[in-house]
């Protein structure tokens, strides 16, 4: 009934720039938190960013003042602005939204795949 489509992922150079975006559809009625989670290989999946229905923020302390995670509520639209990359940023990118149909419930994206190179 909701679909999270990634999409800007890709591979780049130690100390660039990436923009993922991440767009829900389907029978919504509201989104409430919206986020960024992230997978290396061999690692728990861990929060990247997060953002609420009314724009306050909540960042891991690894991309702070490298990332920045924001939302188009009228495109049901999160971003990710990802500045400054490094190696260890390489992982699977998930996107995922509290979504309310007739109940609130969480969806995750499929994921996208982000390489960082030195």
């Known amino acids: 009934q909701v679909q999270l489509v990634e999409s800007g992922g890709g591979l780049v150079q130690a100390g660039g720039s990436l923009r993922l975006s991440c767009a829900a559809s389907?029978?919504?009625?509201?989104?409430?938190?919206m986020g960024w989670y992230r997978q290396a290989p061999g690692n728990q999946r861990e929060l990247v960013a997060a953002?609420?229905?009314?724009?306050?923020?909540n960042y891991a302390d690894s991309v702070k003042g490298r990332f920045t995670v924001s939302r188009d509520n009228s495109k049901n639209t999160v971003y990710l602005q990802m500045n400054g990359l490094k190696p260890e940023d390489t992982a699977v990118y998930y996107c995922?939204?509290?979504?309310?149909?007739?109940?609130?419930?969480?969806?995750w994206g499929q994921g996208t795949q982000v390489t960082v190179h030195s």
């Open positions: 389907g029978r919504i009625l509201s989104i409430h938190d």
């Open positions: 995922n939204a509290d979504v309310v149909i007739f109940s609130r419930k969480t969806y």
């Open positions: 953002i609420s229905s009314g724009g306050s923020t």
